[in-house]
């Protein structure tokens, strides 16, 4: 099982829409989650941090499942310049790693 | 110049050149990163410094070699590479080492090895 595990997309979209990508995990230990976005042929960004209580910032909305060990991002009213791969990252258990996902495409359609 | 910033930005090698990637950060970080993404891959961690210290080498194969001469500067040191090896190199920063902090991506250096 990957450590790290995304649906690769692409996710097609309209303006407007509402989207929601999962991720799972599979180290119980891990303790910090995070969503970074990548646009093409740029570097990783952090979108947002990941909290046990879940947390929103604009249209963006992050949970956390640890029973399940599944993360989420919501993304509501999608944007055009919303276009891009959306990584999921998790810390590597007692290391100081950090382990990446391969990525979720999404496309936002005019 | 603010952030990360790498150089080249893009990179064409035989197999039997030497080059090196070089980093650097101006954020006034303790941790220091290099990466490689390949497609369709995840990124994949090759070395963590921290105050110039190594502190992680992910079972990188030899013929990459870096090196931290500062807080701010990393370098990666490159020879004979496979076409394997033909990939975005990503350097990064963050406040200190761990799980804990946000990182900084360079830019990149695509690396085409034939």
């Known amino acids: 099982r990957k450590e790290v595990e995304q649906d690769p997309g692409p996710f097609n979209v309209p303006e407007g829409a509402t989207v929601a990508f999962n991720c799972t995990y599979s180290?119980?230990?891990?303790?910090?989650f995070f969503w970074y976005r990548q646009d093409c042929r740029k570097e990783p960004k952090l979108l947002m941090s990941?909290?046990?209580s879940g947390n929103e910032d604009g249209r963006f909305t992050a949970q956390l499942n640890r029973a399940s060990q599944y993360i989420s991002l919501l993304i509501r009213d999608s944007k055009l310049s919303d276009s891009a791969t959306y990584l999921c990252?998790?810390?590597?258990?007692?290391?100081?790693?950090?382990?990446f996902g391969t990525g979720t495409l999404l496309a936002v359609q005019p | 110049e603010t952030g990360v910033t790498q150089t080249p930005r893009h990179l064409v090698m035989g197999m039997t050149n030497k080059k090196s990637l070089k980093c650097e950060q101006h954020?006034?970080?303790?941790?220091m990163y290099w990466y490689k993404q390949s497609a369709k891959k995840p990124l994949e961690l090759m070395f963590v410094?921290?105050?110039?210290?190594?502190?992680e080498n992910n079972s990188v194969p030899s013929r990459f070699s870096p090196e931290c001469p500062n807080s701010s500067h990393l370098f990666l040191h490159l020879h004979t590479l496979q076409p394997e090896d033909s990939a975005l190199y990503l350097c990064?920063?963050?406040?200190?080492?761990?799980?804990?902090?946000?990182?900084?991506f360079g830019p990149g250096t695509r690396l085409t090895v034939t």
């Open positions: 990064a920063s963050s406040q200190e080492p761990g799980f804990l902090y946000e990182q900084y």
């Open positions: 410094y921290s105050l110039e210290e190594r502190v």
């Open positions: 180290n119980s230990a891990s303790q910090s």
């Open positions: 990252v998790v810390n590597g258990g007692a290391t100081n790693k950090l382990i």
């Open positions: 990941v909290y046990s």
């Open positions: 954020l006034g970080h303790n941790a």
